[in-house]
């Protein structure tokens, strides 16, 4: 069993940054590959980036390469979503999940454990 705390949310500026943090209980942290979700008002779920295992390989969406990046400590059971270049199209609660499987998944059905979600809201 694991559970998610997700913390970093706020309001900014178009243009801004914003980093997310998701600290992880319990102690097999470090055997879950990691993932950041979001969810817009009336959307569904879509995938933001993944983070193996080890932290060795990542992999983005489109909408946030080379703006969004993705990093995990084990020793602190915490996995980070830096956010630059703040888009109003960012707008959403974000969630991180954690999965066991050894690729990294893109689905929202691939992830064991969700968080609760933090907000973020851009501002143009």
């Known amino acids: 069993q694991v559970q998610l705390v997700e913390s970093g949310g706020g309001l900014v500026q178009a243009g801004g940054s914003l980093r997310l943090s998701c600290a992880a209980s319990g102690r097999t942290f470090s055997s879950y590959a990691m993932g950041w979700f979001r969810q817009a008002l009336g959307k569904e779920r879509e995938f933001v980036s993944t983070?193996?295992?080890?932290?060795?390989?990542?992999y983005y969406a489109a909408s946030v390469k080379g703006r969004f990046t993705i990093s995990r400590d084990n020793a602190k059971n915490t996995v980070y979503l830096q956010m630059n270049s703040l888009k109003p199209e960012d707008t959403a609660v974000y969630y991180c999940?954690?999965?066991?499987?050894?690729?990294?998944?893109?689905?929202?059905?691939?992830?064991?454990?969700w968080g609760q979600g933090t907000q973020v809201t851009v501002s143009s």
């Open positions: 983070i193996t295992q080890s932290g060795s390989s990542t």
């Open positions: 999940g954690a999965t066991g499987r050894r690729r990294l998944g893109v689905l929202p059905s691939e992830y064991d454990y």
